[in-house]
């Protein structure tokens, strides 16, 4: 009798093993900030946070664990934190495009914008890891596109989401 259980004992624990070897997924929310209340997207959470979660979302972190990702509207920046609050976000990936003011002394057209992103804690609002990619100017590597910038972003993002406890 006890070597029946024996087996038995055994066989589960190896059907077991896979599901116990699961990690679970690494919540977290995706914005992009507007740069101010006129501004409007197509689509409403903005096209970089879109493409952002078309990347992100079919990577997995170091460790095995998959990302489970929301993406909310794009808000001012006085709008995100109460909405990460009722949200409940653990942590947060933040985006801001940023335009270049200047051409620096080199031809209109070659200014290089960028977008930057922040990843933070949910509940404590602590930054955990910056980044940023540039937007060169139409006059420069013409071919540089939305999803070029933002598969560098991917990979920075990742390099944070893997720091995580």
């Known amino acids: 009798m ?18 116990l070897a699961q ?44 990302l489970q990702i929301l993406v909310f509207a794009a808000l001012d920046e006085k709008d995100v934190p109460p909405e990460v609050r009722r949200l409940q976000c653990p942590y947060v990936v933040q985006l801001r495009y940023h335009r270049s003011i200047s051409n620096g002394g080199r031809s209109p057209g070659e200014d290089e914008d960028s977008i930057l992103f922040s990843l933070w804690n949910g509940g404590t609002g602590k930054v955990i890891a910056n980044g940023a990619s540039l937007i060169p100017g139409r006059n420069r590597l013409p071919s540089t596109s939305l999803r070029t910038v933002c598969a560098d972003l ?4 990742m390099n944070g989401l893997n720091k995580l406890p």
């Open 2 to 19: 006890f070597q029946r259980f024996s087996a038995a004992f055994v066989l589960v624990l190896a059907a077991a093993s896979p599901l």
């Open 154 to 157: 991917t990979e920075q993002i």
């Open 23 to 66: 990690h679970a997924p690494l919540s977290f929310c995706l914005v992009q900030t507007k740069p101010d209340s006129r501004t409007q997207y197509n689509p409403p959470a903005g096209p970089w946070a879109i493409e952002l979660y078309t990347m992100l979302s079919t990577r997995k972190l170091r460790s095995g664990a998959p």
